[in-house]
Nanobody
């Protein structure tokens, strides 16, 4: 059974930082594409960042480029999202997701962790 457990959310002031973690189990983590999504109240889910299974290729939403960094540690089956220079508009529930070969669809999701940025 695949499990993705996200943690690290919280309340931070504008300009602050948080690091989210997502620990995976029950799947071959080293071959999975991993991603962070977020969803704010009343808004559609947004893909924030992705990372290739080798870790060398990453992508970011324009809204977070230069502020967020996705990384992974395959030895710990964990993916991270370092969030700096946080803004109130970053407030959302953040979810990690995994995509496995051969489809590479994001079929596996964590439970979400709340990030609140106060102004």
């Amino acid at each position: 059974q695949v499990q993705l457990v996200a943690s690290g959310g919280g309340v931070v002031q504008t300009g602050g930082s948080l690091r989210l973690s997502c620990a995976a189990s029950g799947m071959p983590f080293s071959t999975a594409f991993m991603a962070w999504f977020r969803q704010a109240p009343g808004k559609e889910r947004e893909k924030v960042a992705t990372i290739h299974w080798r870790g060398g290729t990453t992508t970011y939403a324009d809204s977070v480029k230069g502020r967020f960094t996705i990384s992974r540690d395959n030895s710990k089956n964990t993916v991270y999202l370092q969030m700096n220079s946080l803004k109130p508009e970053d407030t959302a529930v953040y979810f990690c997701a995994a995509a496995q070969p051969p489809s590479y669809n994001y079929d596996f999701w964590g439970q979400g962790t709340q990030v609140t940025v106060s102004s």
